[in-house]
């Protein structure tokens, strides 16, 4: 199969585009497309003949569920089916973050074909804040599935580059938006009875989140107890006390998720900032070619042949939305091993953490 990149760069390529991938996704055709998250490759989500082009091009297994993107909010009523005691806190989820990096996983209705959520009675719904994606989505006018546009297993695609290398002769369609803006997949939060799960760490923190949950004790009135606002952050997986110190503040894993869903092909290993490694190739018994993934300033760690740094000025922000490509650029060096730095676990540092994580499990 041929397939097509489309730049977006000028208005009448925007337009042209945005034609193309509307009338392949009515065609049951899946497209690749920029968010502000990762690319992502979407297929019309109420098809299940369009949805498992998906899992065919990625090579996906069927029971890792997909994210529903939503055209517009009036379509959250038609594919979940909100319980009462949460529609307070999906109003004010969706008013602070919509369109945005959060995904809420809730209770689906049956026009969610099965294929979407692997069998699952919950459905992730997601509004993406992408321009381009935007575009795509409300010309087509129908939801869309759209899980990161990687064969299963890798690393997800920030740039039209890595998509390409992901996808080339398995999909028709790309849609070039240059390179996207978190550069890690969305927050994933489960809705159960009112309370908040999260699911995956991402762009939006339990910072953020708290943020909300105070709002709307405000707005009732209502001053929560320590004990409540500590419960409230220990569901989202982050300890309360910690927080207040201003240590490191993940207490749980997160759930839900392959250990190895984020990984280079090279081994790669945490350490901590300031440690001296030494590591030999064991067969020839010479110094390993490694590689560093730090932080702020080059790492002292060991003698390395090729080095990244995630952010100079030290901004998580910055530090995120380049990880993947620059874990991609140390993979594709012919290293045997890459040695990431752990970054400050507050914030955005969070999500990069867990990625990390996930990234050195792969190789255990
Ligand atoms: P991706 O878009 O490639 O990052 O993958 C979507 C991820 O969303 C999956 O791997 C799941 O972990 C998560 N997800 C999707 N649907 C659900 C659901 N109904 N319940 C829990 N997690 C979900
Ligand atoms: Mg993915």
């Known amino acids: 199969m041929e397939t097509q990149t489309l730049a977006t760069n000028t208005a009448r390529r925007l337009t042209a ?41 990625k090579e996906r297994p069927l029971f890792d569920p997909l ?30 973050f919509w369109p945005g990096p959060l995904t809420l996983v809730l209770p689906r209705r049956s026009i969610v074909p099965d294929i979407v959520t692997s069998g699952l009675e919950t459905v992730a719904v997601r509004m993406s804040a992408h321009p381009v994606f935007r575009a795509v989505i409300e010309h087509f006018g129908l939801p869309l599935a759209a899980p990161s546009a990687n064969r299963f297993g890798r690393i997800s695609p920030t740039t039209v ?15 070039d938006g240059g390179p996207t803006e978190h550069g890690v997949e969305s927050t994933i939060l489960k809705i159960e009875g009112g309370e908040l799960q999260m699911l995956r760490a991402g762009p939006v923190t339990p910072e953020d989140l708290g943020g909300v949950f105070h709002a709307l004790c405000e707005a009732r009135n209502y001053r929560p107890t320590e ?36 990984a280079p092909q090279t081994p ?37 042949v090729c080095e990244e740094i995630l952010s100079p000025a030290g901004d998580l ?48």
């Not at 580059?161 to 849609?175: C, K, N, T, Y």
Request: proline share 5%.
């Open 227 to 262: 004990t409540e606002v500590a419960y409230f952050f220990e569901r989202l997986g982050v300890s309360f006390s910690a927080m207040l110190r201003g240590e490191s503040s993940v207490s749980v894993e997160a759930p839900g998720q392959l250990a190895s869903h984020y």
């Open 17 to 57: 585009a945005v034609k193309a991938a509307a009338g392949a996704l009515a065609d049951g055709q899946p497209v690749a497309l920029p968010t502000e998250t990762v690319y992502g490759l979407a297929a019309d989500a109420l098809r299940p003949d369009a949805v498992v082009h998906i899992y065919e091009a």
């Open 268 to 304: 790669l290993r945490l350490i901590a900032p300031g440690v001296s490694v030494l590591i030999y190739d064991q067969e020839n018994e010479v110094p390993a070619r490694l590689g560093s993934l730090a932080f702020q300033e080059p790492s002292t760690a060991a003698e390395f």
């Open 67 to 96: 994210i529903v993107h939503l055209p517009s909010r009036d379509w959250l009523d038609r594919v979940a089916n909100i319980p009462d005691g949460s529609r307070a806190i999906v109003e004010a989820l969706m008013a602070r």
């Open 317 to 364: 922000r910055e530090a995120a939305a380049t990880l993947f490509a620059k874990m991609r650029r140390l993979d594709e060096a012919g290293l045997d091993m890459i040695l990431a730095e752990q970054v400050p676990e507050r914030g955005l540092g969070i999500a990069i953490m867990d990625r990390l994580r996930k990234a050195a499990a792969q190789h255990v």
């Open 161 to 175: 580059e890595h998509v390409q290398s992901e996808l080339e002769g398995r999909i028709p369609l790309i849609v």
